[in-house]
């Protein structure tokens, strides 16, 4: 059906793994199939829009090939389904829908990474007409987040236990012995997804049994300062919809629920400043003559002043302090220098200033940072439990991104394909039959959260 | 081809107006149109999406006919337009352009008092082609302050003057005798469109030579204050994007130009609450047990602490001062009552509340209010021209909106009936062969602006 790399052996002997998507948080997961598969006898086919990104990521592995792939592409699309055993989409969560689908069609399991959505939910009853699985939010957050989080839930539960609170953060930054500027933070993922997080709308939770509402302009500002032993403080901002979450975890009437985003402490306080100035808008753009400098970028933002410097005027406007004002020198926030973009929008112009400064080195090395605090009651008793992790990546390809992302991504796949798992519709990981083999065994990798609990 | 009141003569007597959209601002161009017409030989087609109040309408104006219509029923839409001789569109702004195609397909003159769009303006050459004028912005804002201004930057022009500065602001508001409330305001027009005025995106200007931008979070909080002799202190924020009309005024390198909305000196700051909040936002609905009082509503935009009430929450929050926190007592934000809303939106919570008090009564009257400045250099002079006027209303119903949206809209109408008035195309009401016969007339009408002007 396609050209394969494998004549010596006839297709049926290989089972075929097809990863849409080599970016960069498939490379974990591609490294462990593809080692993986050269004793279990499984062949991996690896797409993506840029060959060259494919290629890379199977370079030195005897059963992988690489392609061009452009999920736009019906015809080819279909091919790549119809020729696999078990389809793995990496590729931007938008796209997920078109390849569910086809999955659907010709009858092949599928796992995602990213967000179940209505859309997606909707095609349940469709993916167990056809007898396949579709399991999503497979990765680190959403993903770990889930299945650490049920296995504690679990435990609390079957203990008798009644969960009164629970908050559940997690962030993708930069490894200690990497970290070198005043943000503390780098680039480690998608740049655009960074610059543009929580712009979607207003963050929901519930908090002691009142709803609360943060619209994106406060969102930055009404924080959760988090201290976790041995790393120091973080802080937390709230991620988009924590409401229907109550659902999912089945803690329908639970007073507090909370999820969110995690930071190093300080971060949040310099990021406002983008958001109250309005630099993260994609609604316009800006019309210059080419010769807009960093500094007049600023300043259009500023009331006119003829007496104070753009910099005075943007302490006095938001009332910064020294430590937020040297973020933004840092940044160059300040600089004469022309941005030479042309009409760009805001956060267009703020994410290429932020490129060349929070840059993810060769050398360096990121982390995944995980925290849950539970509450509960218990024989009239409350209780807490506070469950942690942080892990950094094992360089910069295999990064703590790639690996938390990549391998409960792969473990599943392995599941799946040795029939260990064998389930039917759209599911996310919170039963014990998924999330109990996949975090015993990316423990084996170094990836598990570890726990203390204590009376309140 | 319709039904005729008018049986005693034959159509070919009779110049026939139809006006499609009879809501609260077409009442005074309906009056005046047909008064006038009994005279002129015109016949009014009056038509709205609720029959009644087209009805209400033409009530003792024997040339007048209401009739049921609906912008989405095509054939209703094409008989309408085929069998005027001039066509009105009162209707919603995005239901404009429906009409303007009929009207260029049948060959019929259209005027409208809403902002040409883009999507208006790409069909100026099929309008002319068609040997039609498609006339917009003929209302008060846009309308009469683009007239006024012309009718001045002209006169400096003529002078061989050099504007620097031009600022324009307008509000709609309550008359001083029906003034009697905190926030100085009523509902004199569309409560939608004042709850979500400024929620489109960010406000764009240009202040000494730089571009200035404000994001909606913003926007009631960078006001522009200004003293109008006799009236008292007000202050306006800026408009969408004044950008645009650096070229629409052929003022293209003018150093400042700003446009606005007016306000009571004290309502921006307390408007600004609910902006903060997040109390404008359409974008979700909230999801309650219909017990929700709108204290609950408050709350829920505020953080969690049991030790505080919600009054002090929010003075903390947003460092409130006594008189805005009286306005918002007032509104009766912080009161223990049900909504009694199912899944509505913030906005829609927030309106039904306002709707509830900011009552524009029977017996009172309404005001417009419009203020430009003009700063020009002339033989190593600068000057300045004040031009500002407040007119207020008849009545509730020949309101200050009614008459200023309305009457420009009939005096372009009776020139383009006479044949005074002889042009094709998209056009606003910029040039002098309009403005100067249109502002003329106005003032006979008691709508002109007062002009002072003075050495700076």
Redo the contacts between chains.
Sequence with gaps: MYPSIFGHKTEQEFMTITILGAGRSSASLIRYLGEKGQHKGWKLRVGDMDEATAARRVVGLGNAESFAFNVNDQMALEREVKGADLVISMLPAVMHISVIKECIKYKKNIITPSYVTPEIKALDAAAREAGIVVLNEMGVDPGIDHMSAMEILDKIKSRGGRVTRFESFTGGLIAPESDDNPWHYKFTWNPRNVVMAGAG??A?FI??G??????Y??LFQ?IREIDIEGSGRFEGYANRDS?KYREVYGLDDIPTLYRGTLRKAGFCKAWDVFV???MT?E??T???DGTMTYR?FV???L??D?EKSVEQKLRDYLDLDDQTMARLEWIGLFEKETIGLTNAT?AAILQKKLEGKWVFNDSDKDMIVMWHLFRYELSNETREIQASMVYVGRDNVLSAMSDTVGLPVALAAEMILSGELNVTGVLLPITPNIYAPILERLKEHGIYLGEKEYRV
């Design positions: 709308g207003t929901m908090q002691e009142q709803l609360k509402y943060i619209p302009h406060r009404r409401l109250q100035l309005g808008d609604s316009y800006i019309n210059y007049d300043n259009s933002y009331s006119y003829p805001p």
